[in-house]
DNA sequence: TTGAAAGCGCTACCAT
DNA sequence: ATGGTAGCGCTTTCAA
């Protein structure tokens, strides 16, 4: 390894002088520049971020917590933030949470004990003591909380877009999927539907599902025929279990979107793939984690005025599960 | 941020004592690690990450490269991998390349500039001297190379796999479309499905693709039909494609599996969810990922004898884009 | 069994 | 404009 002394001495100067021209603060003169970069260069060297870190008590790293990145709906915001933390010098330390409290309290504590700079955290347990406790800017992404900076999109839009959207094309025996109940966003968004559903003349259900896994999609698709054969529109938890209702509802023998109507949730980018393409309510994924790196670099600098609550619009994607006008 | 200074005052001994206590190795005596112990609680004290991996020039981050996230194969892939590393432990430092050779280089270099213990990385760049120059064990993922350890599938094989289970399933006017050239994958399956079409007697032609990405799956799916509007079975370069076809071979009234069968390559999620759900090669990209992590933990530890080739065995998932028997 | 102290690679203060 | 050096929090010799 290449340390800050070899390039000192190979360029005849002391190491304070080559941290000096490293990070261009304190005078350094012009040829003694020169030499150090000569020096730098030939010796192909690279400053050991982690013995930064330790005096700094900073490092570049960035603490990144997401629930499952197996869910395609977070590598969106995860190359986001990541892309835009990246343009700052900033590098991503990943962990995924499964909803799990245990395994979250362990990657905050590593992300604590690895000086990363901030945090940007898909929790639901903001309630625990380790975030209150924490000294670090803190970015929520995709969740809310009175306390801390957050960028988010509007779930009760959303949800009040989606009812909203059946409705108005038609659908008079409305099934509401309602997403896991430990979930906020999930909640949000079925609140929102729930309003506009009850504020119309209409009938309507709702299936609660608990998870949102690849694996039991299916299932609840299944379940939604089976407890709702008639129902004419369907607001799905989001647009993995849309898909799946797609699916059952084909192989049942339904005429999509004649005989029953689907809408989905998130914009995932398989929604335009399947046959019919979702009709969906889009979150905005990659710019949300985009907007989250960039609220953090803010609380970073600490920067004065800023916006730390930071909601993002939701919109109708009117594809094939839904009724043309 | 209490050091162990703190945790050496409160318990009335020497900071050497914590540092032995707290990793098991030296004497401590029994009472003196009970005290020890007592003021870790008390003060809520966890070691300080930077100032060990300075001092130890090892942290207990890994780098992981991945191409990009956002393709739904590699986020099983991560997983894998993460779930087996922080068994051991160890936490995840991630950085997509997006096969792009600048951000490829300066994530390898900031891995080695955070003293990563190890790496694991899917790249087309190997020949790059930083890998050459790397100190570090390295851990090649869905890549293979003759100079470094690595965790692939028979790609040759499923690409076979995929043709012949088109051929015995009477397909006479089989399509088969190459993916990316750079990506080195993509070549060995579709060498495999050349291999068995060129022993068959059947007429076949090849599209070429030059992406993964959603946005132009469906183009390629056009594309394909346009170009060979009679082809009777279609061999995709992965799920994605092969999800893409399904849509645009529906849109254009033709039947599946009846007038045309596909066969994916992957197995990702959603491939069980489209309708009809999609046959397709399946690579266990989550055991993929634990595997390379078990094996960088192997490196890492210096055992003897390690299986440094890890070929991980390629399945036909049959569902139903494919003629049943 | 315990403690003192050197040193990991770097930055920043204080001299010169 | 440049150099000497303390110190970031920890681990590990070496002595006691």
Redesign the interface.
């Known amino acids: 390894?290449v340390t800050i002394k070899d390039v000192a001495r190979e360029a005849g100067v002391s190491v304070a002088t080559v941290s000096r021209a490293l990070n261009d603060n304190g005078y350094v003169g012009v040829d003694t520049r020169k030499k150090v970069m000569a020096a730098i260069e030939k010796l192909n060297y690279?400053?050991?971020?982690?013995?930064r870190?330790?005096y700094k008590?900073k490092?570049?790293?960035i603490g990144l917590l997401l629930p499952?990145?197996?869910n395609?709906f977070f590598?969106?915001l995860?190359?986001g933030v990541?892309d835009e933390l990246?343009r700052a010098g900033f590098?991503?330390?990943?962990?995924?949470s499964d909803e799990n409290v245990e395994k979250e309290m362990?990657?905050i504590?590593?992300f604590?004990?690895?000086?990363v700079t901030g945090i940007i955290s898909a929790t639901n347990h903001l309630d625990d003591q380790i975030y209150n406790e924490l000294k670090l800017p803190l970015v929520l992404l995709d969740r809310i909380s009175e306390d801390y900076p957050a960028v988010y999109s509007d779930g009760r839009e959303g949800g009040r877009l989606a009812a909203r959207t059946l409705i108005e094309k038609g659908a008079k025996r409305i099934t509401l999927m309602k997403g896991p109940a430990h979930v906020r966003p999930a909640q949000d968004r079925f609140q929102g539907a729930i309003e506009e559903l009850s504020h119309a003349d209409i009938d309507f259900s709702v299936l609660s599902t608990t998870s949102y896994s690849?694996?039991e999609?299916?299932g609840w698709a299944k379940e939604l025929f089976e407890q709702f054969p008639d129902t004419d529109g369907v607001i799905a938890s989001n647009d993995?279990v849309g898909?799946?209702i797609?699916?059952e509802a084909?192989?049942i023998g339904k005429q999509i979107p004649e005989d029953v109507q689907i809408i989905g949730y998130d914009d995932i980018?398989?929604s335009?793939?399947?046959?019919p393409?979702l009709s969906t309510i889009r979150q905005p994924a990659y710019d949300m984690g985009r907007q989250a790196a960039q609220l953090l670099i803010k609380l970073i600098k600490k920067e004065q005025h800023i916006e730390c609550k930071i909601q993002m619009p939701v919109e109708l994607v009117e594809r094939n599960t839904t009724r043309k006008k």
């Open positions: 390894m690279s400053p050991n971020e982690v013995a870190s330790l008590r490092s570049r790293l499952d990145i197996t395609p590598p969106q995860a190359r990541e990246s590098r991503l330390l990943l962990g995924n362990e990657y504590q590593t604590v004990q690895n000086n690849f694996e999609a299916l993995i898909i799946a797609i699916h084909l192989k980018p398989q335009g793939l399947s046959y393409t």
